[in-house]
């Protein structure tokens, strides 16, 4: 089946630096991708649908300019956290969907833990 | 290799109960998932099955067993608004999160 990967698996910064997430499809063209916030035991939280060339739509509530997305491929979306904070720990997962038929799959997700 | 199996799809009629069945092979284990997901919609937690044994809550159930690394959702009742895919995932050892590709499930009248 389609996989996705993420990079880091595991990420620990400091308060007030900047740290990059990448999301891969490795054997399949992904037209969109989304990316999301998990609490311990809680929904994923929808933060933003990327499209390949295009600005990245974020629901309410994300600020755009400190979780900064760019979809740069069909195969690439990376979610930067800009002037992290501890409240920004939390796992975040991305999924990528085919169009064709329309398949969503989700990434293994990256903990980020701002100290 | 990480493997999680569930069926690709499944059709049940209103106010009746389905199960639907996920089985696992990875990298250690330290909890399952049972997510809902609408059409459109990111997945909506269900459950969380870390110890062997079935966990109600409500018209949903899950259980769980390690030792033969497999767990059911199981839904009663069944609503129209039930319709929708059901994801089964596994954490592994490294609390990464290993995805099923979704069960769909069709309620029908």
């Known amino acids: 089946g389609a996989v996705v990967s993420q990079h880091p698996s595991w990420v620990i910064c400091k308060s007030g630096t900047s740290v990059k997430i990448e999301c891969r499809s490795l054997d399949f063209q992904a037209t969109t991708m989304f990316w999301y916030r998990q609490f311990p035991k809680q929904s994923l939280m929808l933060m933003a649908t990327?499209?390949?060339?295009?600005?990245?739509?974020?629901e309410q509530g994300v600020e755009k300019d400190k979780f900064l997305i760019n979809h740069a491929s069909l195969t690439l979306s990376t979610l930067t956290v800009t002037s992290a904070h501890p409240e920004d720990s939390s796992f975040y997962i991305c999924s990528a969907t085919t169009s064709d038929p329309y398949e969503q799959y989700f990434g293994p997700g990256t903990r980020l833990t701002v100290t | 290799g990480q493997n999680i199996d569930q069926p690709t799809e499944m059709t049940a009629t209103e106010g009746a109960i389905v199960q639907i069945n996920c089985t696992y092979q990875?990298?250690?284990?330290?909890?399952l998932f049972w997510y809902q997901q609408h059409a459109g919609e990111a997945p909506t937690f269900l459950s969380y099955n870390v110890l062997d044994g079935l966990e109600e809550k409500g018209r949903f159930s899950s259980f769980l067993s390690r030792s033969k690394g497999y767990s059911y959702l199981l839904l009663k009742e069944l609503q129209m608004k039930d319709s929708a895919s059901y994801l089964c995932?596994?954490?592994?050892?490294?609390?990464?999160?290993?995805w099923g590709a979704g069960t769909k499930l069709i309620i029908k009248p």
């Open positions: 990875t990298s250690g284990f330290n909890g």
């Open positions: 995932a596994v954490e592994d050892s490294n609390y990464q999160l290993i």
């Open positions: 990327s499209n390949e060339g295009s600005k990245a739509t974020y």
